[in-house]
């Protein structure tokens, strides 16, 4: 699987868009970008998925530039719920041996009143 | 829905004894995940379920860790002896059937090993 490049450490006011960056320059065609995030002593929570095009839930926005090598996640207001680590991940399936999820260092997201 | 549980949420043994994780994946879901966080390191995969079969063991760190999972219901992992190293969060995920599409995976709290 690709690896994937995020900053270490990023704050946010609460109430504004927190936009957390991920590079992941060699992902290949059939690899999809997934974002979870562990709150404190929580186990690591799903928040999005895509391949190709933007993504839209409850909980955030994915955008994923037209080449694919970056990708932002958004999460449009945040609160002081919202920290945590946040890991970006590039998956090439979700089937089989390749549906394993590999964890980097992530992106530590401080929201702040 | 129950989410995934694990037990016991937190286990305190010495070097040399032996512990046994279990963990209650969510009602219907196929896949099992074992991971774990050793201190100051990322989340590491150890081994992949699908129903009772091992899919993918490639992450299991020697032969002191066994996971099963009989009848592909719940999973239990074994370490037998354990040592220092083996201290660390361990967290079970699961994940519905490819056949449907969905197959994000859900994380339990995790079981916090202590080996003194």
């Known amino acids: 699987d690709a690896k994937t490049t995020q900053p270490p450490s990023m704050d946010c006011a609460e109430g504004r868009a927190a936009n957390l960056p991920c590079n992941h320059s060699?992902?290949?065609?059939?690899?999809?970008v997934y974002w979870y995030r562990q709150i404190h002593s929580q186990g690591p929570q799903y928040i999005i998925h895509g391949l190709k095009n933007n993504e839209t839930n409850e909980m955030a926005s994915l955008i994923i530039t037209e080449d694919r090598k970056s990708s932002t996640l958004i999460l449009p207001h945040a609160t002081l719920r919202d920290t945590a680590v946040y890991y970006c991940?590039?998956?090439?399936?979700?089937?089989?041996?390749?549906?394993?999820?590999?964890f980097g260092t992530g992106t530590r997201l401080q929201v702040t009143l | 829905e129950a989410g995934v549980t694990q037990f016991p949420s937190h286990s305190v043994i010495e070097k040399g004894q032996t512990v046994t994780l279990r963990c209650d994946p969510i009602s219907g879901h196929d896949n099992l995940y074992w991971y774990r966080r050793v201190m100051g390191k990322e989340i590491k995969f150890l081994l992949h379920f699908v129903k009772e079969s091992k899919q993918d063991e490639s992450g299991m760190p020697n032969n002191r860790f066994l996971a099963e999972r009989t009848g592909g219901t719940y999973s239990t992992l074994k370490v037998q002896p354990a040592e220092l190293e083996d201290s660390g969060v361990y967290f079970c995920?699961?994940?519905?059937?490819?056949?449907?599409?969905?197959?994000?995976?859900?994380f339990g709290p995790g079981t916090r090993l202590t080996v003194t």
């Open positions: 991940i590039v998956r090439r399936s979700n089937t089989g041996t390749a549906s394993k999820l590999t």
């Open positions: 995920a699961s994940s519905q059937g490819d056949r449907t599409g969905k197959n994000e995976q859900y």
């Open positions: 060699t992902i290949s065609g059939n690899e999809y």
